[in-house]
């Protein structure tokens, strides 16, 4: 049952309150390895569905256009601070909706429609925000694309440089949604600092590795750093922005009243609540043991002769291209759910495959070592994933998909879940 039960949705709407306790239990029996994904906690849960829900703020902490932010002000301000403190900058802006108006609102804040802007192309393992065509960055900025190299199938920082050089453009965006190496922060501000350009760090995906010190920080290096707070960081879903307090003023101001209007208070609790769960020493040990997982999964995967893209991973994601393995990724992805591993096809670079039916697989591990999962138990994890693509290159599923499901949902059974009981 989800916890905390739900007795008045129950009554008030049946429907919806039958499918949140589908989606519950559903959460509860699989294996998630969506790399954007995670469980919140119990009091992340809780501050995200209170009565701030109620009230508008539009404004900054002390500057509103409405009153009564007798409360609404101190917990803004304590997400606020607990953002520089954890992340060690001098700016934090707690209201962006989510990932991408937070990139939408660097653009507004740096650049003009028009613009030359540079990130990563998506098929390399950059996000749709970072310029691509049917994004509105893409529409309304003219984009660069860098990419990895064919032999290693790292960010190609010689790229990087000359696109710079050639281009000089206004943003340049580093990080990305399916990039499984280290980013290198110092090289990119390098190259930003010779063209002129603001470097905007995206740490969407490894937040929660940065502030558990399992990944290097961009702090000192990028000018502004944009984060959702619910992917590694394990928040609500929600995002920030972050700087230096040079742009502190360009920041706030493109975020509100340039691109929003009140933000969702609710989630500026919860994003608080979950600020103040990864200071904590025990949450230093949660990034390093996501990455601990994340390396031997990568491990018994080659082992078992899967070829990963750049041949293993620094951080929570892998990237794993299936041609060797003779299945495409779109067919591995519905078996695999089916079994009781949920992931999403994906892209590899240079894949020779449509978008819509790739070659590979991202898998990530914040989720299960939120459950409680060790670096001993990827290979059985590495054995399933192994059965069911064998299985589906073949043809020959057979039992193979709702054995496999029986045997992850008996594991998962003794690792609780915040949310259900
Ligand atoms: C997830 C992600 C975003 C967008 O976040 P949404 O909350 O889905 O809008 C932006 N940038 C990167 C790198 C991401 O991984």
């Not at 944009?226 to 972050?242: E, F, N, V």
């Not at 933000?263 to 608080?272: E, K, Q």
């Not at 999403?344 to 697989?361: A, E, L």
């Amino acid at each position: 049952m989800h916890q905390p039960p739900l007795p008045s949705l129950a009554a008030t709407d049946p429907e919806i309150a039958h499918l949140v306790e589908g989606e519950a239990q559903r959460q509860f029996d699989k294996l998630r390895l969506i790399a954007s994904e995670n469980y919140v906690s119990q009091a992340v849960l809780e501050a995200s569905s209170t009565v701030l829900t109620n009230k508008y703020s539009e404004g900054y902490v002390g500057r509103r256009y409405y009153e009564g932010q007798q409360f609404i002000d101190p917990v803004e301000t304590l997400a606020v601070d607990r953002a520089k403190e954890l992340f060690g900058v001098e700016h934090a802006n707690v209201q962006p909706y989510s990932g991408s108006p937070a990139n939408l609102a660097v653009y507004l804040a740096f650049a003009k429609p028009g613009d030359t802007v540079m990130g990563m192309g998506l098929p390399f393992g950059g996000h749709l925000t970072h310029g691509w065509s049917v994004s509105a960055t893409g529409k309304w900025f003219s984009s660069v694309r860098y990419g990895v190299r064919a032999d290693t199938g790292r960010v190609d920082m010689d790229e990087v440089r000359d696109l710079a050089r050639e281009h000089r453009p206004k943003l340049i965006f580093c990080g990305g949604t399916a990039i499984p190496r280290t980013i290198d922060y110092p090289a990119f501000a390098e190259i930003a600092r010779e063209v002129g350009a603001v470097l905007v760090a995206d740490i969407a995906h490894i937040a929660g590795l940065i502030a558990g010190g399992a990944h290097p920080s961009p702090v000192g290096h990028a000018d502004v750093i944009s984060t959702t707070t619910h992917k590694t960081l394990r928040g609500p879903r929600g995002a920030m922005l972050m700087s230096t307090a040079e742009h502190a003023k360009a920041l706030d101001k493109a975020v509100f009243p340039g691109l929003q209007g009140g933000p969702h208070n609710h989630t500026t609790a919860a994003i608080a609540v979950a600020l103040r769960e990864a200071s904590a020493p025990a949450f230093g040990e949660y990034a390093h043991t996501v990455v601990a997982n994340a390396r031997a999964l990568a491990e018994a995967l080659v082992e078992r002769g899967f070829d990963l893209v750049s041949g293993g991973t620094d951080n929570h994601l892998i990237l794993v291209d299936l041609t060797s393995k003779g299945v495409a990724g779109k067919p591995t992805a519905k078996a695999l759910d089916e079994a009781g591993i949920e992931l999403n096809y994906n892209t590899v670079p240079f894949d020779p495959r449509k978008p819509f039916d790739p070659s590979g697989v991202r898998l990530g591990t914040a989720a299960i070592t939120t459950r409680g999962l060790r670096p001993e138990q990827m290979p059985r994890v590495a054995e399933w994933i192994d059965t069911v693509v064998t299985a589906t290159a073949k043809g020959e599923q057979g039992e193979v998909l709702p054995t496999v499901s029986a045997e992850i949902s008996e594991l998962l059974s003794g690792y609780p879940m915040p949310g259900w009981a």
